[in-house]
């Protein structure tokens, strides 16, 4: 299982970016797919899920609410991540990363197994 994750960069906030994470060497659609980030002296916090066959059902952490939209492309192998309104608080690097195990909330680091080397994103003020 291979994740590829890019799309990082700096920009103003109040900006725009998409991340994009593509997966090999697995059939995409029963994994559970996640993006983290994680602030230089912080821990790595969960963003967003998309779990259940194929991603249909989603998840938020609430500072990214109403700004951020996970989405997926199962032929493709591919998850996104939207990312709108930047905010500075949203600099960090950015994984990718993926699991077949079922976790009630998947919001945790150790509920996956498989994650993508990440991509440093850097919101300017």
């Known amino acids: 299982v291979q994740l590829q994750a890019s799309g990082g960069g700096l920009v103003q906030a109040g900006g725009s970016l998409r991340l994009s994470c593509a997966a090999s060497?697995?059939?995409?659609?029963?994994?559970?797919m996640a993006w983290f980030r994680q602030a230089p002296g912080k821990e790595r916090e969960i963003v967003a899920a998309?779990?259940?066959?194929?991603?249909?059902?989603?998840y938020y952490t609430d500072s990214v609410k109403g700004r951020f939209t996970i989405s997926r492309d199962n032929a493709q192998n591919t998850v996104y991540l939207q990312m709108d309104s930047l905010k500075p608080e949203d600099t960090a690097v950015y994984y990718c990363?993926?699991?077949?195990?079922?976790?009630?909330?998947?919001?945790?680091?150790?509920?996956?197994?498989?994650w993508g080397q990440g991509t440093l994103v850097t919101v300017s003020s």
């Open positions: 998309a779990v259940g066959w194929g991603g249909g059902t989603t």
């Open positions: 990363a993926a699991t077949l195990k079922y976790s009630s909330d998947y919001a945790l680091p150790g509920d996956y197994d498989y």
């Open positions: 060497s697995f059939t995409f659609g029963p994994y559970a």
